[in-house]
């Protein structure tokens, strides 16, 4: 009896030996497999990051090329990824942005044909200051409503040869009624209006299944589209647009800017740049004033050059930190200083830019 037991229990160590053994074989495959699904995520993703470093290198250079010249439009070939665009600049994946200032573009950047649009819109007022970038995706609808009877600045925005207008290459089209629009999957869809209540195009966003929609309205207050005015920044709510933001553009270009820019605090960075860049090139233009006056002391032309206080008063009003007041005496001091030059011209004298 005594040996029964002795081998009964013999049995039961085995079987647990066997089952230690079996949890022990479980638990290293398991560590080992995981090491295995560990360092092919770890490669993964340096090969990721590796990939994005090398587009956003790319990229970069293209930028910044494209921002030295004026009324640039060329398409770029992407991978399949997505870039991120915010007052930082363009971020690629988890890398630091492209600080690009006076740029404009969608929030998310992304593209079926993996293809973004790049152009430059040169930024004068009244001298240059600064080539602004405006990019998109041709996956980004851009709809201009002229309505009936049509709108003539709607057109000037949507096609103009001798004035800054949208880039020929981008997804546009210009309608007059809701009636011929449908839906093309678009992620994302921009109505553009001028001085045009969005409730007139309600019908429109209805006609949009897909996509996050949006509208901007632009206001003129002095000098048209090329002086200064009001934009309104709306969203659709599945029913009707909304009004969500409100802001300003000076000049013609920055109106461009604010219809690439999904936001009112995207669209005030790339303004603000721009407005900085203003304010040393004004700069700029006081000391050649001054150096003029110097130089053509007791001279015909040096009865002109006696008072600089017009760009001397731009430089001040750049300096303001209440965006509408700096938009407002900047234009007003554009406006006096292109006339400045205009009579420099007619006296033969050095002009000012």
């Not at 029964?4 to 290293?28: E, T, Y």
């Not at 009636?179 to 007139?200: A, C, G, I, Q």
């Not at 110097?294 to 009003?317: A, P, Q, R, W």
Request: hydrophobic share 40%.
């Amino acid at each position: 009896m005594l040996n029964f037991l002795r081998a009964k229990m013999r049995r039961k160590r085995g079987i647990v030996d066997v089952q230690l053994n079996w949890i022990f074989v479980l638990v290293v495959g398991a560590l080992i497999v995981a090491f295995f699904v560990f360092v092919v995520q770890k490669q993964r993703l340096l090969a990721k990051d590796s990939l994005d470093a090398d587009i956003k290198i790319k990229l970069q250079s293209i930028l910044t090329t494209a921002q030295q010249s004026t009324s640039t439009q060329y398409p770029i070939t992407i991978p399949d990824i997505e870039i991120r665009f915010d007052c930082e600049g363009f971020r690629i994946g988890n890398l630091e942005p492209i600080r690009m200032k006076g740029a404009f573009a969608p929030e998310l950047l992304k593209s079926k044909k993996n293809m973004i649009y790049v152009s430059s819109e040169e930024f004068s007022m009244p001298f240059k200051a600064v080539n602004l970038l405006l990019i998109t995706a041709p996956d980004v609808r851009y709809v201009f409503y002229e309505g009936n009877p049509k709108n003539p600045d709607v057109g000037r925005l949507f096609s103009d040869p001798k004035n800054p207008s949208m880039p020929d290459n981008i997804t546009k089209e210009l309608v007059s009624d809701c009636n011929s629009l449908n839906d093309k999957s678009n992620y994302k869809v921009r109505f553009v209006l001028v001085n045009e209540d969005p409730v007139t195009i309600n019908d429109c966003g209805k006609k949009i299944k897909k996509g996050e929609i949006t509208a901007v309205n632009i206001i003129p207050v002095a000098g048209g589209l090329s002086g200064r005015g009001t934009i309104k920044f709306y969203e659709w709510n599945g029913k009707s647009f909304s009004e969500k933001s409100t802001s300003y553009y000076i000049g013609t270009s920055t109106i461009l800017g604010a219809v690439f820019s999904d936001s009112k605090e995207a669209y005030e960075c790339g303004l603000d740049a721009a407005l900085d860049r203003l304010r040393i090139i004004a700069n700029i233009t006081y000391e050649r004033a001054e150096d003029f006056k110097d130089k053509s002391h007791g001279t015909d032309c040096g009865n002109y050059f006696t008072d600089n206080l017009v760009i001397n008063e731009m430089i001040v009003g750049l300096g303001n930190n209440d965006l509408e007041q700096r938009v407002e005496s900047t234009y007003a001091m554009a406006v006096k200083i292109r006339n400045y030059n205009k009579l420099l011209s007619t006296k033969s004298c050095p002009l000012l830019y």
